[in-house]
């Protein structure tokens, strides 16, 4: 009867957080609070997501970002949803946002000891044709409340926390506390995430490599090497297959689930790649360790990245064990 225990015995994110929590006997519940209030974010957005093209809400929002791209609508509903989500959690001291320049320190009446990291709306070029977007987030621990910038500009490897949400054909949380990675699929009849993935482990190799063909022409030696090997494999095995979303939360889950690699290469254009560390790279990269992947930005392991700035980007390869080692190779064979 594994079926129907799995059907009746509901385990929802919110009493999946609060397991966590007992295992950790001096919480004051605190986080539980703090994730309870980013996952009623991620179903505002879901349902907001859903009907965008009904409610009028794809197009642009008619400004520009600190990153230089046009915002969308929904880039900007979704900052505001999360902003406001956060702050009136009352466990938030600082607030990093792919779509604000600068970070928001929360007034004192309404501190709390954790820094959030996170990206509203990932993928945000695929809103108004339908395709997959999400929401990315990090969650550190501040030293003291009387926080500072430095606080938001923490190694990777110092997170306590990290997920995505997947606005797709079925909306799915993925998320790690630490303990392994879980996935959860909202079901909207009850408006509640369900387990439905638990101890998620990425295969150790995988078959399908994802990243934008359209920069071959200033890749450097290695990335160009890995990529050729790719398609035409020196030791006569099949070539591996494409597959790239250009969301990058849509394109990270893929790979989460069926193995393989994930790479935004540094180009000559833009040596640091495209992907911004805080909101982006370190979330995706603390998942995959989590999973039993791993994570690399060609110099180092990603996690071990410590920030200068607030949205300063980074090139990233994670995904399957074995695939990531193949290209450390490559970059340290190139030194
Ligand atoms: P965002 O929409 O939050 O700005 O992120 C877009 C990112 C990421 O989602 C994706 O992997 C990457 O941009 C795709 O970039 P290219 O279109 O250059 O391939
Ligand atoms: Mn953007
Ligand atoms: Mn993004
Ligand atoms: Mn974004």
Redesign the pocket.
């Known amino acids: 009867h594994a079926a129907d225990a799995h059907r009746t015995d509901l385990m929802t994110i919110t009493r999946f957080v609060l397991n966590e929590q007992s295992k950790h006997p001096d919480s004051k519940g605190d986080f539980s609070i703090l994730l309870n209030n980013i996952v009623l974010g991620c179903k505002f957005v879901c349902s907001a997501v859903n009907k965008a093209g009904l409610a009028k809400l794809i197009g642009l929002a008619g400004d520009t970002n600190v990153?230089g791209?046009e915002q969308k609508k929904l880039d900007v509903l979704s900052n505001e949803v999360f902003i406001k989500a956060l702050i009136s959690s009352g466990r938030t001291c600082i607030l990093v946002s792919?779509e604000d320049e600068e970070a928001t320190f929360v007034s004192p009446p309404l501190r709390g000891k954790y820094c959030v990291v996170f990206?509203p709306?990932?993928?945000?070029?695929n809103i108004d044709c339908g395709v997959s977007i999400g929401t990315i987030f990090g969650i550190y621990l501040v030293n003291d409340l009387e926080a500072t910038i430095d606080d938001a500009l923490q190694p990777g490897k110092n997170m306590l926390a990290a997920g995505y949400c997947m606005y797709g054909s079925s909306c799915m949380l993925v998320l790690s506390t630490g303990n392994g990675v879980n996935g959860f699929t909202l079901d909207p009849s009850l408006g509640e995430f369900i387990l439905t993935h638990s101890d998620i482990k990425i295969p150790k190799t995988g078959k399908i490599y994802s990243v934008?063909e359209g920069?071959a022409k200033n890749w450097d030696g290695p990335t160009a090497k890995y990529i050729e090997n790719c398609k035409f494999p020196k030791d006569g095995s099949s070539p591996k297959s494409l597959r790239y979303v250009?969301?990058?939360?849509a394109?990270v889950h893929r790979t989460l689930l069926y193995g393989g690699i994930f790479l935004?290469p540094a180009d000559r254009k833009s040596p640091n790649g495209?992907?911004r560390v805080l909101y982006?790279v370190f979330p995706m990269s603390f998942l995959m360790e989590q999973a039993g992947g791993q994570a690399f930005t060609g110099k180092i392991r990603a996690l071990d990245l410590v920030p200068k700035k607030i949205h300063e980007r980074s090139p990233i390869f994670l995904g399957s064990y074995e695939d990531v080692e193949e290209i450390k190779a490559l970059y340290a064979a190139a030194k």
């Open positions: 990153q791209e792919e990206d709306l990932d993928g945000s070029s934008n920069n250009g969301s990058m939360v394109d935004y495209k992907l982006e």
